[in-house]
């Protein structure tokens, strides 16, 4: 059994112009010790994907579907049923450490409060198991910064606290949407380390959600491309950075600018996707690239590709995956 | 502003630029002696982590913070010793593009009014000419001519950004100072803002400095790269070398840290792990900026600040202890 196995998740929110499709049959899992991420552009229905696991949706969002969390329903799951999973066998970290601190109580204290509430730690044991995660996760005098505000650490350390909260119970699952994006590269790295110890000296999964495919390629063992609320490749990190089978895929890599691309002589002229991401109302029977893909067919504009397997390990929706355009330059954009 | 037809006037000269920020709690030294030039229809562009000074550095340049010493002369004219009245007749000539389009244009005007506004303020022309001149640029900015009437929230967020490109053209910078142009955006949408920022300095040949904390989008834009760390250079490279010639310990532990969009590449390369963060700018560590994070820092560095002096090669300069001028030696690390 899988450590997590959502299913056919498809989430709505309702808006004047009707409801909008942010996740649209999305099914994917994720195994225990397993670092997968989610990617995607802003839209793409990424962050809300796992939103839904913790039940912070908010109460106009209209989902069906499945999430079982270690055979547990999640979704539709009882405010206490979710407590009691939320922040001891699935913990999160989200993007900015600052909105999700509280500012007037000490980042000590509010670590200690998760282990106060969830494990029944009394107060001093609760304040010298808090003193030894700060230390784990790389907080120098983790003593003196026990009785630290937030506002009195810089970003990269109070993403260290907020990591201190997601792991103080020792969950099996960590949720992190965009850790890093509001952190410096030299930050952003110490970070990603941390991850990945964690990682392999407790055999906690983490789902990743990220915009950044250069923190996908560090980090990532699977990935998860995701377009206008659905999945439409998935590979192990390898073969989907070496050998992309969706066109999304492949002009997104082919749209990152990359170092050390001058001292080859000729530039390397990077290309954008033309077009935006289309806001959907309904699903609709088609593929939801086919408006920006440059080989797409009339095939890809009356019928929704399924999602299949190309080579093992690698799956994608697409009509033709693994080809490419003819003419090079097809969609460049300017 | 007119260019000036010397081609030897820098586009933008700055020398001995400092920036101080009075705050409750104390004085923020922003940006501390920092020199440098950008050539006519050159991209410079400047690297840095937050709190570098980096942004202030591209604020004082086109006068939106009054430096508190040093000067800035663009093409030619000293315009940090001039009074507000006197900038703000040359600011055709200087134009800034913001990072976030969302916030940078007025939600309540059309398209076609806020390209136009520098000509409507600087009285350049009458309002037939104007919407030729905004047709122009919005075919230049490769947005359809339809776009005039729309007002920002109507568009994407590329849209917006090339809206704000412009604006900033409409009056014929001499220079454009563009400051995270393309942070805000997706990837798909950065590549072709990018793309469209090169091709119109190519064929416009305005001068720009370039700032952005995305190294690798600096080096596709970019002839030189400036680096800056605390408010003060370490180091200038040719876009080019940064990836292996770059001789500062700062440089190169920025270089590392950046991942790189290659799982086999990022997962084998050596990497230099920073520790601790930049120090407050309230109370910069005397000697080197960076001696306390950095991974070879001798005495010296702890004493003495370090100058920005030429390496061996032309136009690589580094402020570093242990790099010897003329030699362009790297330090350990």
């Known amino acids: 059994m899988s450590l997590l196995d959502v299913r056919d998740l498809t989430v709505r929110f309702p808006t004047v112009k009707g409801p909008v499709l942010a996740v649209d049959g999305l099914s ?64 999160c ?54 009785s630290a505000y937030p506002h009195e650490m810089s970003g990269g350390m109070r993403q260290r606290v907020m990591i201190a909260m997601a792991i103080a119970c020792e969950p099996r699952l960590l949720l992190a949407d965009e850790p890093t994006t509001a952190l410096d590269v030299t930050i952003q790295a110490g970070i990603l380390e941390l991850l990945k110890e964690l990682r392999e000296s407790t055999g906690m999964a983490v789902l990743l959600v990220t915009h950044d495919l250069g923190v996908v390629a560090d980090i990532a063992d699977r990935v998860i491309v995701m377009y206008a609320g659905r999945k439409v490749e998935e590979a192990g990190v390898r073969a989907l950075f070496n050998d992309p089978q969706h066109q999304y895929t492949r002009l997104l890599l082919e749209a990152i600018p990359r170092r050390g691309t001058r001292s080859g002589g000729e530039d390397r002229r990077l290309r954008g996707i ?61 | 502003m007119r260019t000036t037809e010397n081609p030897a006037v820098p586009a933008l000269q700055v020398t001995g630029l400092t920036k101080h920020f009075r705050t409750a709690a104390g004085v923020v030294r922003a940006v501390d002696d920092v020199s440098f030039t950008v050539g006519k229809g050159e991209i410079v562009g400047l690297v840095g982590e937050s709190g570098s000074g980096k942004s202030t550095v591209g604020r004082c340049v086109v006068m939106l913070n009054p430096p508190t010493g ?47 506004e520098p000509l409507v303020i600087h009285r350049m022309g009458r309002a037939r000419e104007h919407d030729r001149r905004v047709s122009e640029l919005l075919d230049l900015v490769g947005l359809p001519d339809s776009t005039r009437t729309r007002f920002p929230h109507e568009l994407s967020g590329g849209q917006r950004q090339r809206v704000s490109i412009a604006r900033a053209l409409i009056a014929s910078p001499s220079l454009v100072v563009a400051d995270e142009p393309t942070s805000a955006l997706d990837v798909s949408i950065q590549a ?129 202890h242990l790099v010897s001028p003329g030699a362009g030696n790297r330090p350990a690390v």
């Open chain 1, 28 to 91: 994917y899992h994720l195994e225990p010790g397993e670092i997968v991420s989610l990617v995607g552009e802003s839209g793409c229905g990424k962050s809300v994907g796992i939103q839904t696991l913790l039940g912070l949706q908010g109460p106009r969002a209209k989902i069906s579907g499945s999430a079982r969390f270690d055979g547990e329903e999640l979704l539709g799951a009882s405010e206490r049923k979710l407590t009691s999973i939320r922040g001891k066998q699935m913990a």
């Open chain 1, 93 to 146: 970290v989200f993007q900015d450490p600052m909105s999700s601190l509280n500012p007037v109580v000490t980042v000590g204290k509010q670590v200690a409060e998760v282990l106060r509430r969830h494990r029944g730690l009394s107060a001093s044991k609760a304040r010298l198991r808090v003193i030894d995660l700060f230390e784990r996760v790389g907080i120098p005098a983790p003593a003196q910064r026990y």
């Open chain 1, 274 to 334: 033309p077009g935006t991401v289309p806001t959907l109302y309904d699903s609709p029977d088609a593929c939801t690239f086919a408006g920006r893909c440059p080989i797409a067919s009339d095939r890809c504009r009356t019928e929704r590709p399924g999602f299949t397997e190309v080579v093992a390990g690698q799956a994608v929706a697409c009509w033709n995956p693994g080809d490419r355009p003819t003419v090079t330059g097809t969609g460049a954009g300017r």
């Open chain 2, 70 to 116: 040093g000067s800035v002369v663009i093409d030619g004219t000293e315009v940090s010793a001039l009074r507000r009245g006197r900038i703000r007749r040359l600011r055709t000539g200087f134009t800034m593009v913001f990072q976030d389009p969302a916030t940078s244009l007025n939600p309540r005007m059309t398209v076609r009014d806020i390209v136009a």
């Open chain 2, 192 to 320: 072709s803002i990018l793309n469209l920022i090169k091709d119109l300095q190519r064929d416009l040949g305005f001068a720009c400095l370039f700032i952005s904390h995305d190294l690798a989008a600096v080096e596709y834009v970019a002839d030189r790269v400036l680096v800056m760390y605390l408010g003060r250079v370490v180091e200038v490279v040719g876009s080019e070398g940064l990836n292996d010639r770059a001789a500062h310990p700062y440089t190169q532990a920025l270089v590392s840290a950046a991942p790189v969009p290659d799982p086999d590449e990022q997962r084998t390369r050596q990497r230099i792990t920073l520790t601790g963060d930049i120090p407050s700018p309230l109370a910069p560590p005397p000697g080197c900026h960076f001696h306390l994070r950095c991974p070879v820092a001798q005495d010296v560095c702890r004493v003495r600040p370090p100058e920005l002096l030429p390496s061996s090669e032309a136009g690589h300069l580094v402020a570093c």
